[in-house]
């Protein structure tokens, strides 16, 4: 059985931090491309960040130059490293794990889905 366990959200002000955490058990982990993905009140889950097999990176460009996406393969476990956060951050982050291995912006590719955790910004 595969487990995606996201941690580390919460509530900051306005120009904070939060580092988010995926740990993943029942997988490969070190084979699959990570994704965040983040869903707010009312609007469509859409696509963060994500990290390959091969570590390659792609940010969506709300994310870019602020969040840092980054995976420990011995830990089985995949980060995002958000700084300078914003009100419209604020939103349920999903993480996601895809067999493919290449970088992945759609949330239909993935395979498995953590239960989300919340973020608030507060301005």
């Known amino acids: 059985q595969v487990l995606l366990v996201e941690s580390g959200g919460g509530l900051v002000q306005t120009g904070g931090s939060l580092r988010l955490s995926c740990a993943a058990s029942g997988l490969t982990f070190s084979s699959y491309t990570m994704g965040w993905f983040r869903q707010a009140p009312g609007k469509e889950r859409e696509f963060v960040a994500t990290?390959?097999?091969?570590?390659?990176?792609y940010y969506a460009d709300s994310a870019k130059g602020r969040f840092t996406i980054s995976r420990d393969n011995a830990k089985n476990t995949a980060y995002l490293q958000m700084n300078s956060l914003k009100p419209e951050d604020t939103a349920v982050y999903y993480c996601a794990a895809a067999s493919f291995g290449r970088l992945g912006t759609v949330a239909f590719d993935y395979d498995y889905w953590g239960q989300g955790t919340q973020v608030t910004v507060s301005s």
């Open positions: 990290i390959s097999r091969k570590n390659g990176i």
